[in-house]
């Protein structure tokens, strides 16, 4: 099975062509908000290495994470799928990159913490809420800095985690087929932890 894998949720950013069981292509790159100029270079030469070979599967890290950057890679994604006629999967970033029984946090900003629980239950909490459960006994590890933490006065098992389009293919393989199969009949689509921040128009189209 030939798997194109796009990670674009963070700032480090990467990209993965597995060709049977061969990881022959892979790029990282940073990125805030151009994630486009590093991603289709890469792009174009995962595509020259996998040649005129089938390409059975396109995952995306869905996050939680950058949406400008996981909606460029789904973008990508289905421009190129409609080519090589690929399936394309969305998969949550952090799966698998937590170790058993602990807990991935990240800063979801407007004073939330992102928790992906032990049960797989992906939440946002306040910084006092997340305090509580880590004096309830939960052990984290998290995509940010100590630096960050400290600042909010949090400790975690490990810091500075970085979620990659490789270890998205591994995650993806040590699923049960049953839920591969249910994945690819999910639209692919960013992980929302919050419902998406609308501003109201002033103004109505037609009234302008």
Request: aromatic share 4%.
């Amino acid at each position: 099975m030939n798997i194109l894998a796009i990670e674009t949720s963070t700032k480090d950013a990467s990209l993965c062509l597995m060709k049977g069981e061969e990881m022959c292509s892979t790029a990282v790159w940073q990125a805030e908000r151009n994630h486009d100029s590093f991603l289709f270079p890469a792009l174009e030469k995962a595509l020259s290495d996998l040649g005129e070979d089938t390409l059975d599967l396109i995952l995306i890290g869905a996050g939680p994470g950058s949406y400008g950057g996981v909606r460029v890679a789904l973008a990508a994604a289905v421009g190129i799928a409609a080519v090589k006629e690929s399936k394309v999967v969305s998969i949550c970033s952090w799966l698998g990159l937590a170790p058993l029984n602990t807990g991935m946090v990240s800063d979801a900003k407007r004073g939330g913490w992102t928790v992906l629980k032990t049960t797989g239950e992906i939440t946002v909490m306040t910084l006092d809420e997340l305090k509580d459960a880590i004096r309830q006994g939960l052990p984290i590890v998290t995509i940010e800095s100590k630096e960050t933490l400290d600042k909010h006065g949090l400790e975690a098992e490990q810091y500075d985690i970085k979620p990659t389009a490789e270890a998205l293919i591994h995650a993806w393989r040590a699923l049960p087929e049953a839920k591969q199969e249910e994945l690819k009949c999910t639209p692919a689509e960013p992980i929302y932890v919050r419902p998406p921040h609308i501003t109201e128009a002033k103004r109505k189209p037609w009234q302008i």
